[in-house]
């Protein structure tokens, strides 16, 4: 549907024609003004208005209608595409979704499409509206304010991100028995999936940004390349921390199965030590629960309690034994 719908001259906005052909004569007459249409999640019904009355490319239409696509920016003869991912992390149930907005950017005109609930669209309407210095420099302006608050928005997420790495390496290397050694090499591999999601959204962003921020980019005011480039180094920035947390992740997560093969021999050991004490005083049983006539000491007062003893001993010794080199 339409969210919003209105024409922007010398950075202020006016009231102008309902109608999409009007409205967009108008802002052309005038040489100073553009038109900004915001949709969210249309039909291809409602597009096909957009469309015509705009001239859009067919297959820039297709990648807006269906979604699902990699954030990108394309060149066209009467327009400039460019794809953007927002990100949502969920701290209650630790999980990192994507949205998509598409913005169409023309020579007097700004088509945004929408699709999910987290574009930070009305915000950056809201505060373009707010400074109308910035917004007098037309159609770029509004790239460029939609690009930088969806990269700031990066770098709040990869904060988050990283507190929540804190307290999961703690858990990780927290005091034996502390926890279910299953669910945390869990956790660490759902982390490292939202992980994955993040790099999703902001590694292929880098090649448009840097784009926007060189020159010969139709569309694009030449005086905006150095807010663009702004914009790439924030990404940069935000690329770094979600490959350091990806490096980090990895590094957790052969530190936990390290810990785990450790515990394990641990085990192995100390179910070693008390199988040979056992084995001592049932090879002892054993011998002496044979049914023979002539055995040593079998008519002896002595020979039980002596057996016994014996047994003991030998079940001590080892004990000890074991409990000096670690064993138990």
Not at 149 to 163: K, N, P, R, S, T
Not at 242 to 269: K, P, T, Y
Request: glycine share 6%.
């Amino acid at each position: 549907m339409i969210v919003d719908c209105a024409i922007y001259q010398d950075g202020r906005r006016t009231d102008g024609p309902a109608d999409f052909s009007d409205a967009l004569d108008e802002a052309r007459k005038s040489g100073d003004a553009f038109l900004w249409i915001g949709l969210h999640e249309p039909t291809e019904r409602e597009f096909d208005l957009v469309r015509h009355e705009f001239g859009l490319h067919p297959l820039a239409i297709e990648d807006a209608l269906r979604a699902h696509q990699r954030p990108k920016l394309e060149v066209y003869d009467d327009s400039l595409f460019a794809v953007l991912k927002p990100v949502v992390y969920e701290s209650s149930s630790d999980t990192v979704s994507t949205d998509e907005l598409m913005v169409f950017v023309g020579d007097s005109f700004v088509v945004t499409v929408r699709h999910g609930d987290s574009a930070p669209l009305a915000d950056v309407r809201s505060r373009l509206e707010a400074d109308p210095q910035i917004l007098a420099h037309g159609p770029t302006a509004v790239l460029y304010a939609i690009s930088d608050a969806v990269v700031d928005h990066y770098i709040d997420v990869a904060g988050e991100l990283q507190v929540d790495l804190e307290e999961l390496e703690t858990e990780v290397f927290a005091p034996s028995g502390s926890g279910d050694s299953s669910n945390t090499a869990a956790s660490i591999y759902t982390f490292k999936r939202q992980v994955l999601e993040f790099r999703r959204a902001t590694g292929p962003l880098t090649a448009p940004m840097t784009r926007l921020a060189g020159a010969g980019v139709p569309f694009v005011h030449q005086e905006a390349q150095p807010f663009f480039r702004d914009v790439a180094d924030h990404l940069t920035r935000v690329n770094e921390q979600v490959e350091g947390l990806d490096r980090l992740l990895s590094d957790i997560l052969s530190a936990h199965l390290a810990q785990m093969g450790v515990r394990q021999n641990d085990d192995m050991r100390k179910i070693s030590a008390w199988a040979a004490m056992a084995a001592v005083p049932t090879m002892v049983a054993g011998i002496y629960g044979m049914n023979f006539d002539h055995m040593p000491e079998l008519h002896w007062a002595w020979t039980y309690p002596a057996v016994i003893l014996f047994m003991t001993l030998a079940v001590v010794g080892l004990h000890r034994q074991f409990k000096r080199r670690g064993w138990l």
